[in-house]
């Protein structure tokens, strides 16, 4: 039986709420094949000092390291946020199958590129869980600027 969009994205989620706790922008990802997780990541950027440490980067390399290969166009990444260009550029060059996103970030996301920076084969779907993603950004930038 094939487990939902909703089912991963969920899973995404889960590795945003980490990222939240420990005060970085709570962004998760994970990437799927088959209905297996085979890469999981949070926004690290603090943690580790590491501008690159996007939660979309992490789950990538542990997909990488699953296979031994640089090619994931079986997979599925689910991230709770529009990938920005640099993760944009790192998910076309893996040739990812599909990105499945929760919201869209009008700001630095790679949907405001034209042409696209995801290989032209990588679908794309957008807005699985969108409130839920959506909430949670804001939630963690209110507290912010509180």
């Known amino acids: 039986m094939e487990l939902s969009h909703d089912y991963f994205m969920k899973q995404a989620i889960k590795q945003a709420l980490i990222a939240y706790e420990d005060d970085e922008v709570p962004i998760g990802a994970v990437v799927v094949v088959g209905n297996q997780i085979i890469g999981k990541g949070y926004n690290q950027t603090k943690r580790l000092n590491d501008t690159t440490a996007h939660a979309e980067m ?8 699953h296979f031994n290969s640089t090619v994931l166009d079986e997979c599925v990444i689910y991230v709770t946020v529009e990938p920005c260009a ?3 550029g790192a998910i076309k060059w893996a040739r990812v199958g599909k ?4 919201t869209s970030e009008p700001k630095s996301g790679f949907t405001q590129y034209e042409p696209t ?3 032209p084969k990588t679908e794309v779907i957008s807005g699985v869980l969108e ?7 804001q939630d963690f ?3 912010k600027r509180a």
Do not use: E, W
């Not at 990105?99 to 929760?102: A, D, E, M």
């Open 58 to 65: 992490l789950a990538l390399t542990a997909a990488f390291s």
């Open 86 to 88: 640099m993760c944009a």
């Open 99 to 102: 990105v499945v996103f929760g």
């Open 117 to 119: 920076l995801l290989h």
């Open 131 to 137: 409130d839920d993603c959506k909430r949670l950004m």
């Open 141 to 143: 930038f209110a507290k």
